[in-house]
């Protein structure tokens, strides 16, 4: 597949956001695509743990994530691999690059492949792209927060609820 893949700049110095995101547990504060993640750290070897946001507010499902660490460069980029459904390998990175005087490019990659992708391509082609453009929205939401303060510390983070829990909920 071509890779699904694209970036925004940012008036936050890149060290300042590497802060921020090497908190893998606090993604879904910002990135609307996550609904939760484990990982306090991010660190090479680690296994990655996580679940989605549907695609859509209204569908009843979370969409579970495990993958595995294998490259980590501070004020860089983190990429993962998942191999967990028989068939699928996808590969995503979360890239950054400084622009200098304290301006950064904050970017996603990602790619997948093997028969179980191609037999659900649609979807996962879809998941994609709601990925990034959660996660571009969600950096940009990062930009605003430091322009209003002094930095992206904990406090700071949005807290929010998941709409698509309240309605898993009323179903029940």
């Not at 890779?3 to 008036?11: A, I, K, R, T």
């Not at 495990?66 to 983190?78: C, D, R, S």
């Not at 179980?116 to 709601?130: D, E, Q, S």
Request: aromatic share 16%.
């Amino acid at each position: 597949m071509t890779p699904v893949e694209g970036s925004v700049e940012l008036d936050i110095p890149v060290q300042e956001l590497w802060h921020c995101f090497a908190r893998a547990d606090l993604w879904p504060r910002w990135n609307h695509c996550m609904f939760w993640a484990r990982n306090r750290d991010l660190r090479a070897g680690d296994r990655l743990v996580w679940a989605f946001e549907p695609l859509r507010w209204w569908l009843p499902y979370k969409l579970p994530g495990a993958a595995q660490l294998v490259e980590v460069e501070k004020a860089h980029h983190v990429t993962w691999e998942v191999t967990m459904l028989p068939g699928f390998f996808a590969r995503h990175t979360y890239f950054m690059e400084d622009l200098g005087d304290g301006r950064t490019r904050f970017g996603s990659w990602e790619q997948a492949m093997g028969p179980t992708f191609r037999l659900l391509r649609p979807f996962w082609l879809a998941h994609f792209n709601f990925v990034l453009r959660e996660s571009l929205q969600g950096a940009q939401s990062l930009e605003q927060i430091y322009a209003h303060g002094d930095g992206l510390d904990v406090e700071r983070m949005p807290r929010r609820t998941s709409t698509s829990s309240y309605f898993l909920l009323l179903l029940v």
